[in-house]
C-alpha cells in the first residue's frame, strides 16, 4: 500500500497541512467542531471478542456498517474526521454555514442510528445511542512530534474543551451545543432544558452537497501522519480482524488551557511537541506502539499499544518502562496513566473513504479507565 493507500487514514486537513505549511506547529482553524460519542458498543466488544475468530469477523462487519452509515451522513455537510476516540467520533466543520451543517449532519447521525443501531449477533442484541456536542469558535490545532517518526495532530485548547464538556453534559440521544453555536443558528433550531442546556430541537434549513475536499493533497506524503509500526502494518495489506495478547495503556495530559491562557499558543506548542516526542522515543526504544492520541477536557490522551500491530515479547515489560519514562519527566503539563494487559479485538474499520487501526476489548476499556 502507497502513499494514495494511506490517505484514507488521515485527517483532510493534516493532508493539506503538510502540503500548505509544513513546518508549522500551531494552526487556529475557524469552524464548529462535533463530537459524537455512542454508547452500546462497549459491551457488544466485550461480548464478541470473547467468541474469538467469529467474533472478530462479527464485530468488524458490525463497526464498518455503522460508522459508514454514519459518516454518509456527515461528509457531504463537508465534516473532516480529525479523530476515532474508542466509540467516538471529532468531526471538524469549515467555511460557510459551518455550524448549520454541523448540526445537519448531527441530526443526521442520530437519526441514522435509530435505524442502524438497533444490532443483532451472535452475542445477543445492544441498542446502539449517541450524545454529541458541538461548539463554533476558534480551534487550536498542533501537528507536532519528530518528523523521523510522526507528525501527530493533536487538538487542545479552551474551544475543544467545550467541546468534550458539552457531549458529557448531553444524555444518550441529545444533541447539546454551546452559545456560540446557537448565536449561528435560527432562534427556533435550539431549546433549553430545565437545567439552561442548550439542545437542538429541529434541523436549520438548507441542503448541502459540500463534501469533503478529494485531490487536494495529490503529491503529499502522509505516510509521516501515521506512526511508524501503523504504517508499516497497513503498507503490508494485512487487513485481517485477529485477536491479539497486548498490553496496552493510555498516557493522559491536562493542564492545556492554563498554559494556553498564561503563556499563549507557542508555549502550548512547544510542551506538546515536546511530549509527543518523549512518547515517541520511548516507544522505539522499548518496541511499544505510538497508536492515537484523542482529545479530553482540558488536555488529551495518548494511547500506546505493545503486541499489535507488531507482535512482540515480554509485553507487560515493555509497556511498563516506555509509559514511566514518559511520565517521571518534568514537564509543564500534568501527566497521569493507566496500564492494562490482556486479549484485545485488532483491525482496521470504517468506510471506503475514512478508515482507522484500532483495538478494542475489556483491556482497552479498563486501561482507559
Known sequence: MGTDGLRPYVPDLAAEWLLETPGALHRAVEGSMVMADISGFTPLTERLTR???????????????????????????????????GDAVLLLFRGPDHASR??????GMRRTLRLVGRTRSSAGQVRLRMSVGVHSGSFDLFL???????????????????????????????????????????????????????????APHGTSSRASPDGTTDGVDVGVLLPPPLREHLRSGAREPEHRA???????????????????????GAALDDLVRRVQEACRRDGVTFLESDINRDGGKIMLVC??????????????????????????????????????????FGPDFRRTYSVKGDAVNLAAR
Not at 448531553?170 to 439542545?199: E, N
Open 246 to 268: 497486548v498490553a496496552v495503556a493510555f498516557v493522559e495530559f491536562s493542564g492545556v488551557d492554563a498554559l494556553h491562557r498564561e503563556r499563549g499558543t507557542a508555549a502550548l
Open 102 to 107: 454541523a448540526v445537519r449532519a448531527s441530526l
Open 51 to 85: 467468541l474469538g475468530v467469529v467474533g472478530s469477523e462479527e464485530l468488524s462487519d458490525i463497526l464498518d456498517s455503522t460508522f459508514a452509515a454514519l459518516l454518509d451522513q456527515a461528509r457531504p455537510e463537508g465534516a473532516d474526521l480529525l479523530k476515532w476516540g
Open 307 to 348: 503486541g499489535a500491530p507488531r507482535r512482540a515479547e515480554d509485553v507487560e515489560a515493555r509497556i511498563v518502562r516506555a509509559v514511566r519514562d514518559v511520565v517521571d519527566l518534568d514537564g509543564p503539563l500534568r501527566l497521569r496513566a493507566g496500564i492494562n494487559r490482556g486479549r484485545v479485538f485488532a483491525s482496521d
Open 144 to 202: 507536532v512530534g519528530d518528523p523521523g517518526e510522526h507528525r501527530e495532530l493533536v487538538v487542545a485548547g479552551p474551544a475543544s474543551t467545550r467541546v468534550a464538556e458539552l457531549e458529557s453534559a448531553a444524555d444518550a440521544g441529545q444533541v447539546a451545543v454551546s452559545p456560540r453555536t446557537a448565536r449561528l443558528l435560527p432562534p427556533s433550531t435550539v431549546a433549553a432544558d430545565p437545567g439552561g442546556l442548550l439542545l437542538v430541537r429541529r
